[in-house]
């Protein structure tokens, strides 16, 4: 699947490599390499995905990932050389959908790429797609496709893998080592606090009122399950 990609990275030469991989790869690439560049470009061109650095002149990507996940849906890719647990829970609160620590591989970084893509086809599940119902909550394994009522809902990779697992079995407990096994083809270096952003951000986008939760639910001591009838 080609796309338009922006590629923020303030190193000259990384950006260089990364641009021919995604040019190989059949996308159109835009490079730039500071943050108030970034942002602004992101707004202008609309791109299908941003592959972001965190650390860059001007503003830094996290402040750019904070302020465009405020206004489109865009794909976000963080590229860091932060590996700390901190500073990859910050990113997916902010909303990345991905977080990729320096150095890594270019074919890696690809196949995060293809992966994160095909996200990108919205719509109406068609037909033939295994939608699970549970309560207000559709679920498409298959399109990656969630709704709240009639309300599509955009999801990182982490937050729908959470979500598909939950609603094979709707009242089910599984705990959070359960669910870390579910997301660990997403981010290997995912924990069971990650598991714990993620529903908090889950229930940001699915829930009424996120303090009281009526679909994603908490069991003290054991895990989270979703409700198997919700209002």
């Given at each position: 699947?080609?796309a338009?990609?922006?590629?923020a990275e303030?190193?000259?030469?990384?950006?260089?490599v990364?641009?021919r991989?995604?040019?190989?790869?059949?996308?159109?690439?835009?490079?730039?390499?500071?943050?108030?560049?970034a942002?602004?470009?992101a707004?202008?061109?609309?791109?299908?995905?941003?592959?972001?650095?965190?650390m860059?002149?001007?503003l830094?990507?996290?402040h750019?990932?904070?302020?465009?996940?405020a206004?489109?849906?865009?794909?976000?890719?963080m590229?860091?050389?932060?590996a700390?647990?901190?500073?990859?829970?910050?990113?997916?609160e902010l909303?990345a959908?991905?977080?990729?620590?320096?150095?890594?591989?270019?074919?890696?970084?690809?196949?995060?790429?293809?992966?994160?893509?095909?996200r990108?086809?919205?719509?109406a599940p068609?037909?033939g797609?295994?939608?699970?119902?549970?309560?207000?909550?559709?679920?498409?394994p298959v399109?990656?496709?969630?709704?709240?009522?009639?309300?599509?809902?955009?999801?990182t990779?982490?937050?729908?893998a959470?979500?598909?697992?939950?609603?094979?079995?709707?009242?089910?407990?599984l705990?959070?080592?359960q669910?870390?096994?579910h997301?660990?083809?997403?981010?290997?270096?995912?924990?069971?606090?990650t598991?714990?952003?993620?529903?908090?951000?889950?229930?940001?986008k699915?829930?009424a009122d996120?303090?009281?939760?009526?679909?994603?639910?908490t069991?003290?001591?054991?895990?989270?399950?979703?409700?198997?009838?919700?209002?």
């Open positions: 699947m080609s338009q990609v922006l590629l303030d190193d000259p030469r990384q950006a260089e990364v641009r991989y995604l040019v190989a790869e059949g996308h159109e690439v835009l490079v730039v390499h500071d943050g108030r560049t942002l602004a470009e707004r202008r061109w609309r791109p299908a995905m941003l592959v972001l650095d965190v860059m002149p001007g830094d990507g996290l750019v990932c904070r302020t465009l996940r206004e489109s849906d865009v794909l976000v890719l590229l860091t050389a932060r700390t647990e901190e500073d990859m829970l910050l990113g997916l909303g959908d991905d977080y990729l620590t320096k150095p890594y591989s270019p074919r890696e970084l690809m196949a995060r790429v293809r992966t994160l893509l095909r990108v086809g919205r719509g068609p037909a797609s295994e939608l699970r119902r549970v309560g207000r909550l559709g679920v498409d399109r990656h496709h969630v709704t709240v009522g009639d309300e599509p809902v955009e999801c990779r982490g937050e729908f959470i979500l598909a697992a939950l609603s094979e079995q709707p009242g089910r407990v705990s959070r080592a669910l870390l096994h997301t660990r083809g997403i981010d290997r270096s995912s924990t069971e606090r598991i714990d952003v993620h529903v908090m951000n889950l229930r940001r699915i829930e996120p303090q009281k939760p009526a679909h994603l639910l069991v003290y001591g054991v895990g989270y399950k979703l409700a198997a009838e919700s209002p």
